[in-house]
Protein backbone atom coordinates (compact mmCIF):
# COMPACT_ATOMS: atom_id res chain seq x y z
CA UNK A 1 0.00 0.00 0.00
CA UNK A 2 1.43 3.51 -0.99
CA UNK A 3 2.08 5.82 1.70
CA UNK A 4 -0.04 9.19 2.72
CA UNK A 5 1.88 11.57 3.96
CA UNK A 6 -1.47 13.24 4.76
CA UNK A 7 -1.21 10.55 7.81
CA UNK A 8 1.19 12.95 9.03
CA UNK A 9 0.60 14.77 12.12
CA UNK A 10 1.98 18.63 11.82
CA UNK A 11 4.59 17.10 14.53
CA UNK A 12 5.64 14.56 12.69
CA UNK A 13 6.09 16.24 9.51
CA UNK A 14 8.09 18.92 11.52
CA UNK A 15 10.55 16.38 13.29
CA UNK A 16 11.24 14.84 9.66
CA UNK A 17 12.85 18.07 8.69
CA UNK A 18 14.61 18.71 11.54
CA UNK A 19 16.01 15.24 11.59
CA UNK A 20 16.98 16.00 7.78
CA UNK A 21 18.64 19.39 8.03
CA UNK A 22 20.78 18.00 11.58
CA UNK A 23 21.51 14.41 10.12
CA UNK A 24 20.62 13.33 13.48
CA UNK A 25 18.20 14.20 16.59
CA UNK A 26 18.26 12.74 19.99
CA UNK A 27 15.08 11.89 21.45
CA UNK A 28 15.26 14.06 24.52
CA UNK A 29 16.19 16.63 22.15
CA UNK A 30 12.81 16.66 20.07
CA UNK A 31 11.17 15.88 23.97
CA UNK A 32 12.29 19.55 24.70
CA UNK A 33 11.77 21.15 21.54
CA UNK A 34 7.86 20.36 21.32
CA UNK A 35 7.40 20.09 24.52
CA UNK A 36 6.11 16.57 24.77
CA UNK A 37 7.03 13.14 26.25
CA UNK A 38 10.09 11.25 24.77
CA UNK A 39 7.56 8.43 24.74
CA UNK A 40 5.44 10.63 22.19
CA UNK A 41 8.03 11.18 19.97
CA UNK A 42 9.01 7.37 20.05
CA UNK A 43 5.89 7.02 18.83
CA UNK A 44 6.16 10.05 15.85
CA UNK A 45 9.63 8.47 15.26
CA UNK A 46 8.81 4.96 14.72
CA UNK A 47 5.95 5.93 12.05
CA UNK A 48 8.62 8.22 9.90
CA UNK A 49 10.42 4.57 10.24
CA UNK A 50 8.22 2.60 9.30
CA UNK A 51 7.71 4.54 6.12
CA UNK A 52 11.04 5.06 5.22
CA UNK A 53 11.17 8.43 5.85
CA UNK A 54 13.80 8.56 8.46
CA UNK A 55 16.37 5.91 10.58
CA UNK A 56 15.96 4.60 14.53
CA UNK A 57 18.74 4.80 16.20
CA UNK A 58 20.34 4.23 19.79
CA UNK A 59 18.65 7.66 21.57
CA UNK A 60 17.42 8.89 18.11
CA UNK A 61 16.81 8.98 14.62
CA UNK A 62 18.97 9.94 11.75
CA UNK A 63 17.81 10.59 7.90
CA UNK A 64 16.38 7.43 5.69
CA UNK A 65 18.97 5.07 4.69
CA UNK A 66 21.99 6.19 2.24
CA UNK A 67 21.57 3.09 -0.46
CA UNK A 68 17.23 3.88 -0.68
CA UNK A 69 15.27 6.89 -1.20
CA UNK A 70 12.08 7.49 -0.40
CA UNK A 71 9.07 6.10 -1.81
CA UNK A 72 8.56 8.36 -5.34
CA UNK A 73 4.92 8.89 -4.54
CA UNK A 74 5.53 10.05 -0.58
CA UNK A 75 8.28 12.41 -2.19
CA UNK A 76 5.57 14.09 -4.65
CA UNK A 77 4.19 15.57 -1.56
CA UNK A 78 6.77 16.14 1.20
CA UNK A 79 7.38 19.88 0.78
CA UNK A 80 5.32 20.08 -2.35
CA UNK A 81 4.38 24.05 -1.75
CA UNK A 82 8.25 24.39 -1.47
CA UNK A 83 9.22 22.70 -4.64
CA UNK A 84 6.34 24.76 -6.46
CA UNK A 85 7.86 28.16 -5.18
CA UNK A 86 11.56 26.64 -6.52
CA UNK A 87 10.36 26.01 -9.77
CA UNK A 88 8.26 28.93 -10.57
CA UNK A 89 11.76 31.07 -9.35
CA UNK A 90 13.75 28.93 -11.59
CA UNK A 91 11.37 29.24 -14.23
CA UNK A 92 12.25 33.35 -14.17
CA UNK A 93 15.51 32.61 -15.43
CA UNK A 94 14.68 30.26 -18.14
CA UNK A 95 14.10 32.65 -21.55
CA UNK A 96 11.88 31.70 -24.13
CA UNK A 97 13.19 29.73 -27.36
CA UNK A 98 15.08 27.81 -25.31
CA UNK A 99 16.65 24.43 -25.07
CA UNK A 100 16.87 22.50 -22.11
CA UNK A 101 17.00 19.04 -20.35
CA UNK A 102 14.94 17.92 -17.36
CA UNK A 103 15.98 14.68 -15.26
CA UNK A 104 13.87 12.47 -13.00
CA UNK A 105 13.00 14.39 -10.14
CA UNK A 106 10.02 15.73 -8.34
CA UNK A 107 11.37 18.98 -8.44
CA UNK A 108 11.80 19.11 -11.44
CA UNK A 109 8.43 17.79 -12.27
CA UNK A 110 7.28 21.18 -10.94
CA UNK A 111 9.84 23.01 -12.74
CA UNK A 112 8.17 21.70 -15.84
CA UNK A 113 4.47 22.69 -14.99
CA UNK A 114 6.65 26.55 -13.96
CA UNK A 115 7.46 26.25 -17.71
CA UNK A 116 3.30 26.37 -18.91
CA UNK A 117 3.71 30.00 -19.92
CA UNK A 118 7.45 30.16 -21.60
CA UNK A 119 7.01 29.54 -25.61
CA UNK A 120 8.57 27.62 -28.49
CA UNK A 121 11.05 25.76 -25.70
CA UNK A 122 12.59 22.12 -26.86
CA UNK A 123 12.64 19.97 -24.43
CA UNK A 124 14.77 16.58 -23.83
CA UNK A 125 13.64 14.40 -20.94
CA UNK A 126 14.32 11.11 -19.83
CA UNK A 127 11.07 11.76 -17.48
CA UNK A 128 7.53 10.42 -18.68
CA UNK A 129 5.83 13.00 -16.11
CA UNK A 130 7.48 16.15 -17.46
CA UNK A 131 7.17 14.92 -21.14
CA UNK A 132 3.27 14.59 -20.83
CA UNK A 133 3.04 17.85 -18.99
CA UNK A 134 5.10 19.42 -21.30
CA UNK A 135 3.20 18.11 -24.33
CA UNK A 136 0.50 20.33 -23.20
CA UNK A 137 2.46 23.83 -24.28
CA UNK A 138 3.80 25.28 -27.31
CA UNK A 139 7.07 23.61 -27.05
CA UNK A 140 8.63 20.55 -28.85
CA UNK A 141 8.95 17.73 -26.38
CA UNK A 142 11.89 14.74 -27.19
CA UNK A 143 11.62 12.18 -24.83
CA UNK A 144 14.96 9.74 -24.71
CA UNK A 145 14.73 6.07 -25.45
CA UNK A 146 15.23 2.91 -22.66
CA UNK A 147 13.94 1.33 -20.15
CA UNK A 148 10.99 2.98 -18.13
CA UNK A 149 10.82 2.34 -14.41
CA UNK A 150 7.28 1.92 -12.89
CA UNK A 151 7.68 3.47 -10.15
CA UNK A 152 8.45 7.24 -11.11
CA UNK A 153 8.06 7.10 -15.25
CA UNK A 154 12.12 7.96 -15.25
CA UNK A 155 14.23 6.33 -18.28
CA UNK A 156 16.88 5.29 -17.68
CA UNK A 157 20.00 2.59 -19.17
CA UNK A 158 22.59 2.46 -21.76
CA UNK A 159 20.25 3.83 -24.82
CA UNK A 160 19.55 6.57 -22.54
CA UNK A 161 23.06 7.63 -22.04
CA UNK A 162 23.74 7.59 -25.65
CA UNK A 163 20.81 9.81 -26.58
CA UNK A 164 21.23 12.49 -24.37
CA UNK A 165 25.33 12.58 -25.75
CA UNK A 166 23.46 13.64 -29.52
CA UNK A 167 22.58 16.84 -27.90
CA UNK A 168 24.13 20.31 -26.71
CA UNK A 169 21.20 22.24 -24.89
CA UNK A 170 21.28 25.52 -23.22
CA UNK A 171 20.06 24.47 -19.89
CA UNK A 172 19.80 21.67 -17.80
CA UNK A 173 17.80 21.69 -14.90
CA UNK A 174 18.13 18.74 -12.92
CA UNK A 175 17.22 17.53 -9.44
CA UNK A 176 19.85 15.26 -6.77
CA UNK A 177 19.22 13.21 -3.29
CA UNK A 178 21.83 14.91 -1.54
CA UNK A 179 24.99 17.30 -1.48
CA UNK A 180 27.72 16.45 0.72
CA UNK A 181 29.55 19.28 2.96
CA UNK A 182 32.44 18.51 0.60
CA UNK A 183 30.60 19.80 -2.10
CA UNK A 184 29.96 16.17 -3.76
CA UNK A 185 26.18 15.84 -5.61
CA UNK A 186 24.57 12.34 -4.86
CA UNK A 187 22.14 10.32 -5.59
CA UNK A 188 20.47 6.61 -4.72
CA UNK A 189 20.89 5.09 -8.53
CA UNK A 190 23.82 4.43 -10.61
CA UNK A 191 21.83 4.14 -13.84
CA UNK A 192 19.70 7.54 -12.91
CA UNK A 193 23.36 8.88 -11.99
CA UNK A 194 25.18 8.22 -15.28
CA UNK A 195 21.87 10.23 -16.91
CA UNK A 196 22.49 13.47 -14.99
CA UNK A 197 26.03 13.13 -15.38
CA UNK A 198 25.31 13.11 -19.27
CA UNK A 199 23.31 16.00 -18.76
CA UNK A 200 26.22 17.98 -16.88
CA UNK A 201 28.19 17.23 -19.47
CA UNK A 202 25.76 18.54 -22.42
CA UNK A 203 24.28 21.34 -21.42
CA UNK A 204 25.87 25.10 -21.31
CA UNK A 205 24.43 26.15 -17.94
CA UNK A 206 23.29 23.54 -15.03
CA UNK A 207 20.35 24.86 -13.01
CA UNK A 208 20.40 22.65 -9.48
CA UNK A 209 17.08 22.69 -7.84
CA UNK A 210 16.77 21.00 -4.31
CA UNK A 211 14.68 21.82 -1.45
CA UNK A 212 16.70 21.99 1.90
CA UNK A 213 16.68 18.51 3.39
CA UNK A 214 18.97 18.07 0.65
CA UNK A 215 21.79 19.72 2.18
CA UNK A 216 24.13 17.21 4.34
CA UNK A 217 21.66 14.21 3.22
CA UNK A 218 23.60 10.86 2.47
CA UNK A 219 23.29 8.89 -0.94
CA UNK A 220 25.77 6.30 -2.21
CA UNK A 221 26.58 7.04 -5.87
CA UNK A 222 28.39 10.28 -6.76
CA UNK A 223 26.76 12.36 -9.23
CA UNK A 224 29.69 15.43 -9.70
CA UNK A 225 31.22 18.17 -8.25
CA UNK A 226 29.16 21.11 -6.54
CA UNK A 227 31.67 23.45 -8.63
CA UNK A 228 30.51 22.10 -12.24
CA UNK A 229 26.61 23.28 -10.80
CA UNK A 230 26.10 27.06 -12.44
CA UNK A 231 22.96 27.56 -9.61
CA UNK A 232 21.51 26.57 -7.02
CA UNK A 233 17.63 27.06 -6.23
CA UNK A 234 16.36 26.00 -2.95
CA UNK A 235 13.61 27.19 -0.60
CA UNK A 236 15.81 27.86 2.59
CA UNK A 237 19.19 29.25 2.80
CA UNK A 238 21.90 26.54 3.07
CA UNK A 239 23.87 26.02 6.18
CA UNK A 240 26.98 28.24 6.47
CA UNK A 241 29.69 25.34 4.94
CA UNK A 242 27.80 25.39 2.31
CA UNK A 243 27.30 28.89 1.37
CA UNK A 244 31.20 29.14 2.03
CA UNK A 245 31.53 26.24 -0.55
CA UNK A 246 29.34 28.48 -3.15
CA UNK A 247 30.99 31.28 -3.06
CA UNK A 248 34.91 29.81 -3.78
CA UNK A 249 33.04 27.75 -6.45
CA UNK A 250 31.08 30.54 -7.92
CA UNK A 251 28.12 28.90 -7.63
CA UNK A 252 25.32 31.18 -7.63
CA UNK A 253 22.54 30.74 -4.95
CA UNK A 254 18.67 31.57 -5.02
CA UNK A 255 16.78 31.42 -2.36
CA UNK A 256 12.77 31.48 -1.78
CA UNK A 257 12.72 31.90 1.75
CA UNK A 258 16.24 33.57 2.67
CA UNK A 259 17.26 34.49 6.10
CA UNK A 260 16.05 38.47 6.95
CA UNK A 261 19.72 39.54 6.58
CA UNK A 262 21.90 37.44 4.22
CA UNK A 263 25.09 38.25 2.99
CA UNK A 264 24.82 39.86 -0.30
CA UNK A 265 28.03 38.66 -1.46
CA UNK A 266 26.42 35.53 -1.23
CA UNK A 267 22.66 35.69 -1.84
CA UNK A 268 22.62 36.50 -5.66
Do not use: W
Not at 53 to 75: I, K, T
Not at 76 to 96: C, D, G, S, T, Y
Not at 197 to 203: G, P, S
Not at 213 to 223: D, E, H, L, Q, Y
Amino acid sequence: MKFNLESLSKRQREIFNIVNERGFTPIESLAQHFEVTPQTIRRDINKLCKNNLLQRFHGGAGRASSVENVDYSARRNILHQEKRLIAEMVAKHIPEHASMFINIGTTTEEVAKALANHKSLRIITNNLNVAQTMSNNDCEVIVAGGMVRQRDKGITGEATVEFIKQFKVDYGIIGVSGIDEDGTLLDYDYHEVRVAREIINNARNIFLVTDHTKFNRNAMVRIADLGEIDAIFTDKRPPQVFCDLMKSKEVELYVTDPDPDPDPEEEQ
